[in-house]
Structure formats: C-alpha cells, structure tokens
C-alpha cells in the first residue's frame, strides 16, 4: 500500500469535530505537502458540518506557503495515535517519520538507470593511489584491512592497520611494480579488502581516533547499480571518490566537512534523509566517521573493487546543501511582465484613505506619553464606525484590538471615554473585539498562531497590537532576529487577510533631526518592514500660541453657553466674536449673576484644557501611497485633533533645525543677550551719575563703563557704532563749558 493510501486510512480515525482551528488547519497543510489536492481535505472536513463552510478550504488551501518546518504527514499520523489509531507492525511510521516532499530532486520512479562501464585496462595501484591523493593529506593516517574471518558463513573485517600516512602508503605503491599485497599486506580475493575514509590519529581506528570529520559514506545494495549511479548523479552529491563494491553496489564517499563529531552526525543525519527521500534506500548502519569502505584495486570474489569517478556533483558540502534547499523553496517562478501587462491583479482597497490598503502592515511610532494607545483606539473606533480618522477616511468594518498594556478595566473605560470625547455615537459595537492580554501575553512566535486561531473566520478588517514591545522576541537590535520577528506580522496577515497595525517607542535621546524612519527605538528592520510608517513627533508650543488656543477656547465656550442659555442677538462684531475679552464683557451685561458664575466655571475648565494640551506632528513614510504633508494635532486628552486653524504648521522642533540654521539662531540669542546686558550696564552707570545731581559727562560716563569717550560718543552718532536702543531714550549735547554731556531724551521725543 501506498503512503497515500495508508494516510487515507489513517486519517478515518479523525473527527474533524474534535481539532481547534489550528489542528484543523495543520491537517490541511499536511496533505498539501504531502501532494494530495484540497478535494481530500474538503471531504474530510465536511464530517464537522457545524463549521464547515463550502469553500473555505479552497482559499485557505491556497493561502498555504512554504514554512522552514513545514507540517508533514506525521501530524496527522500523531493525530490519529491520540483518537485510538494503531499501525500495522510492518509499516510502521513514527511522530518523527519524515513523509515531506522538502529536498527532493529525483522522481526515482522515473528515473534512467545509468551504466557503470567496467575499465578495460584496470590498473590497481592506478586506482588506489587516486583514492589515497583524493581523500588525505600525506601526513594524515590511514586506516586499512586486508585480513578477514568468517562468521556464521560471512567473512568480517579484522580492526587492520592504521600505522601508515598517506605519503608513505603512495610512496611504496609507487614502487610495487603492481603488487598492493607487498604494501598493503595479501587479502583473500574472494574477500576484497577495506579502507577507511577518515583520517586517524595513529592510536586506534574508533571514532575517538578520526582527526577530520571530512567525508560520510554513502551505500545502496537494495537497488540495481545503474540506478544508484544516476540518482548519486542526479543529486549531485559532493562525492570526492565513487568505488563500486565489487558486487552489488557504489559506495560514495562525500564530502561532509564537519568542524566536529556533533555537526557530522547532524550532517550525516540529513544527508541521508535527502537520499531516502530520492529514493536512494542506504544503508544506515554506515553513520560512524571511522567506518570501512571497500577499497579500490582489489579483487572481490572474482570481480573489480574499483574507482568509478572522482570529484562528481557539487564542490563541497554548503554549495550542495544550499543546492538542495533551494530546489523545493515553495517559492513562485519568476513571470513575465509581458504576459501580465494586460492582465495586472487588482490592487487591494485602502483600508486608511491615503496611507494603508487591506491585509498590509502599519507601524506607529512616537515618545513616551504621546498618545499612541489613544490614536491606535480612536483608529479602532474609525474602521468599527466607518468614520474618519484623524485625517483620513476609514473602510468600515470588524476590528480586534489585541491590549496588551492596560488591565481590562482601564481599557475599556478608554474606549468609552474615545467615543464620548470625539463625539462618535456608538453605533457599531458589534465590529469591535477587545482581547486583553496584560499578564498573559507571549512572544510574538508564540501569539501569531493563538491570535489566528481565535480571529479565524471573523473577517476582520485589521488587527491592532498595542504595543508590541510586550511580545518581542529576540534583541531588538539585530537586524536577523527582528526581520524574523517582523515575519509573524506577516503570517497574520497572510492567514487572516488582514491589515496588522501596531504601535513600537521612539529610540532615547533627540529624535527631531533624524528622518521619520530612523526614530523607531531598535533594528531600522522595524521601520523598513511595514507598508505604512506614521511618526509621531511633539512640538514645542510658543507662550504666545497657547494664549490664543487660550483665547479661542474662551471664546468658544461663550458661543456655546450664550446658544444653550440666552436668546442672543447677534450684535457682536467679527473682531468681538473673536476676542475673549469682549465676550466676556458681553457675556456679563446679558447674563443674570448665576448664569455668569456658572460660564465662568466653564471658562476655567476651557482654559485647563488649553494648558493641559500638547502639540504634535505625524509624518509618515508610505510604500503603497505617495507621501502625504505632516499632520498637526492637538493631543487634548483622551483623543487627538488636527490642527485645521495651520496654527502648528511653522513650528519645527528645536532639534530639526539644521546645523546651519542653528548656528545663526545662536548668534542672534547671543547679540540680543549681549545687548540687553550692554544696555542695562548703561542704563545702571547713568542712573547712578545722575543720582549725584550732575549734569552726566560722557567722559565720566565711558570710565564707569571701562570704554574711550570716543567709543561712547559713537553710540550716539550715525555711523556703524551706533546703538538704536541707546538713541532711543538718550542723546549727546555740548555743555556751557565746551564739554560733551549726555541726558535722557524728552518724553515727547522718545514718543
């Protein structure tokens, strides 16, 4: 019976009724990598007609990729153990069983046998000095036996020699004049003789004594021979020597490469896994590095133990293993833009106007305390209510926020509270899904496959992860490790359908002068992975701004009272309606005295909410969309407002400046503080001359003030000396005596 046939069986034992999503979905990728069709699949799972849906297995069938571990047919052949399975003892297959189709090259079904030509001129010692220069160095031991005992009607190797290098051995051959048995020692030609394929350290021939774990022997006597040279071929194996056996097999010996025992033995391990797989059926008992192979130039029983071939198949083992993974990297062929010109997909739908489509991925990342839980909510609530957000217009539809932050309490206050503060009637609770993990959350490996499993078949339109620095795996600075992480994004996405949104802090220090991409604390993987990349940024707000964000609040809430509360005429001007001060005067005439106590403890809070708010900036970083101008928002607890007056539109962080920029806003600081310091110096030598009831010399005026007389009378003058400010409020005059005097201007001058 066929593995198909026996997995067909087995597979009667499973109650699709019984699985969890997962186990019913490691099914179906089981028999896709096994070659069965969906049909199977579908035909089983209909034994579960309470969640079957026709069709699903379709699109989920073809939403299968390749995996670095993939299932295979021995889950289900797990499965069917725990519902009472038993297999028959003569085909047994174990939990490890390997049935994937990972690694094979050669259909051994079809495959053509390849003749192994007997040489016509046999040369002996020829053969088995190539052998010798092939595999060893001249000063590394080799291990041989030509002496043999019979036991139980077969003849065994002794444990032979091992004395002699590689050098010495080629050197004597050399000069035998054809007779190896002069070297080597006489061997039983109906025996044949042996040689080990490892060098040995001199001491023994166990696998203690191997000094290089360099080559692993491969050996086939269940097949004919012709076909084990075209599979050992078609593999192309990294054989340093092919020897046929002298009866019904090749042994290859190949290069293996190992750095020590334990890498061989994985090596080995996978090495003949390929080969079964290829149909090549060896001979397993061939694992250890200091076992016999049969030696080349010797007779066996009448027949040639000689050296096929040399240097075959790839160069060395990585070239190979790369070799063999990439053949079956269930990857898609490369296409023709020809072909799909007038046939291109249709792009996904946007899911966020502008900025994100269905099923792609999405990084918010701002600083501490920015809000970024409370935009990742008011998004949720955008795409549940088909509602703007921030800026951007929100496909409607479900939405599961995954809180792995706040206990549950707190939550879904926040949600609520989201919903009152933007004025969103909750019309669509039922599109939104809260799962609370705080305490319970896992690494992000780990979670993918439970987060699939519970948001199976919910059609959710996203998933929000918030943060996710709770379920990172791995140091979030390196670059393999976070691309790996990164990878289970994809995975939801792929398995669910869904765009996956998610929120991660900025890195420590300025972040203001870096581009949008660089501020993402950890691996740039971060940044560079997502479809969609929107950066938070705080502004820092001038005095002058928030008084009148303070000024527009108050104002506001005085419309708003005068609307709710009095019948008002609308006899205030433009300039009125915008001024705080005037409407609180107009407020004060219209209102009786307890309605105005009551306005101004709406004020106040007005006012709080003013102080209380900071400024921010989303830019963002597009794979899918062009680049969108920042957005300025207000964060006024618990949710964020664009900023639609342009009120934030000139403000650069400090640190965005350019060095440039800088540097001139330096030296302006510098100048303004140099001349206010000069001007109160002046101001402090004049007051205190004048005190004395003088008329202020300028001479006595430059020595309270370190200068020249000269330089002082300049500040007065129209040159480049000249100080504006000074002028301003003082003037030079030419005394009775002839002397130079200093006074303070006339008030009605200085206006």
């Known amino acids: 019976m066929d593995n198909q046939m026996d997995l067909l069986n087995v597979m009667e034992y499973i109650d699709p009724a019984e699985l969890d999503y997962q186990g019913w979905v490691n099914v179906g990728m089981a028999l896709q990598q096994e070659g069965y069709p969906c049909s199977v699949w579908d035909s089983w799972s209909q034994r579960d007609p309470a969640r079957y849906h026709a069709g699903e297995c379709g699109r989920k069938w073809r939403s299968f990729r390749g995996a670095s571990t993939p299932v295979t047919g021995g889950t289900i052949i797990q499965m069917a153990r725990e519902f009472g399975w038993t297999p028959d003892p003569g ?41 010798l220069e092939t595999l060893f160095d ?107 056996s002298g009866k019904k097999s090749l042994h290859a010996i190949v290069r293996i490469d190992a750095a020590d025992y334990g890498e061989y033995r994985k090596r080995v391990d996978y090495l003949y896994e390929v080969c079964e797989k290829n149909g090549l059926k060896i001979d397993k008992q061939n694992r250890n590095p200091s076992r016999l192979s049969r030696m080349p130039g010797v007779l066996r029983a009448g027949n040639k133990q000689f050296l096929v071939d040399t240097n075959i198949g790839k160069r060395d083992w990585n070239e190979w293993h790369e070799w063999i993974e990439s053949v079956n990297d269930d990857l898609p062929e490369p296409e023709s833009m020809a072909d799909a010109w007038d046939h291109l997909p249709d792009l996904a739908d946007p899911l966020i106007e502008g900025v994100l489509r269905k099923g792609h991925k999405m990084l918010v990342a701002g600083p501490s305390k920015a809000g970024k839980s409370f935009a990742l909510i008011e998004l949720c609530i955008a795409i549940a209510e088909g509602r703007k957000w921030l800026s951007w217009q929100c496909s409607k539809g479900r939405v599961m926020y995954v ?59 996203a998933v929000v992860i918030d943060p996710i620095y709770k379920v990172i795996t791995g140091d979030e600075n390196s670059a393999d490790q976070m691309a790996n992480f990164c990878n289970q994004f994809d995975k939801v996405c792929t398995e669910l359908g869904c765009a996956v949104i998610y929120c991660h802090h900025h890195s420590k220090g300025s972040q203001g002068g870096k581009k949008s991409m660089d501020r993402a604390s950890g691996s740039g993987v971060f940044a560079r992975d997502p479809d969609a990349l929107l950066d938070l940024i705080e502004l820092e707000t001038t005095d002058d701004l928030m008084k009148q964000e303070e000024n527009k609040a108050v104002c506001d809430a005085c419309r708003q009272y005068l609307d709710a509360h009095f019948k008002w005429e609308d006899d205030l001007s433009q300039d009125d309606l915008c001024s705080s001060y005037q409407m609180l005067n107009y407020c004060e005439n219209k209102l009786d005295k307890w ?34 101008p920042p957005v300025n928002l207000w964060l006024d607890y618990p949710v964020h407002v664009a900023d ?58 430059a020595d309270r003030l370190e200068t020249s007389s000269k330089e002082l009378l300049s500040w007065f003058g129209s040159g480049q000396r000249q100080k504006k400010n000074l002028k301003k409020d003082f003037e030079k005059y030419l005394g009775d005596d002839g002397k130079m005097l200093i006074r303070r201007r006339a008030q009605t001058e200085q206006d």
């Open 91 to 131: 085909h047994e297959l174990a939990w490890d069983d390997a049935i994937s189709r990972d690694g094979v090259v050669v259909d051994s079904n079809w495959v053509e046998g390849k003749e192994v030509e007997e040489p016509d001129r046999w040369d002996p010692v020829h053969d088995l000095i190539q052998y």
């Open 644 to 701: 639609e007056s342009g009120a934030l539109g000139d403000i650069q962080p400090e640190d965005v400046l350019s060095m440039k920029e800088r540097m001139i806003q330096n030296r302006k600081k510098q100048a303004e503080e140099k001349r206010i310091k000069k001007r109160n110096e002046f101001e402090i030598a004049f007051s205190n001359l004048e005190l004395e009831g003088e008329e202020v010399s300028a001479q006595e005026l």
């Open 595 to 628: 309605q105005y106590k009551a306005l101004m403890r709406i004020v106040e809070d007005a006012r709080k909410g003013v102080r209380n708010r900071s400024a921010w900036r989303i830019e963002g970083t597009l794979r899918e969309f062009p680049k969108f």
């Open 403 to 461: 809180n792995l932050e706040l206990d549950r309490a707190s939550c879904l206050h926040r949600f609520r509270d989201v919903y009152a503060a933007s004025g969103i009637r909750p019309e669509h609770l039922d599109n939104l899904d809260i799962w609370n993990l705080r305490g319970k959350s896992v690494p992000m490996d780990k979670l993918a496959p439970k987060l699939i499993r519970r948001a199976a078949r919910k059609d959710y339109l």
């Open 138 to 244: 001249s000063t590394e031991n080799v291990g041989y036996v030509t002496n043999s005992f019979e036991k139980d009607g077969k003849y065994m190797p002794t444990k032979g020699n091992w004395d002699r290098t590689a050098g010495q051995l080629i050197e004597e051959l050399s000069h035998c004049q054809g007779d190896i048995g002069n070297v080597l020692g006489d061997y039983n030609p109906e025996v044949g003789a042996w040689i080990r394929f490892n060098p040995l350290d001199g001491n023994g021939v166990r696998n203690e004594n191997v000094t290089e774990f360099r080559y692993a022997l491969v050996e086939s006597d269940s097949m004919e021979i012709e076909k084990q040279n075209a599979i050992i071929r078609e593999l192309e194996l990294p054989v340093a020597c092919l020897v046929h």
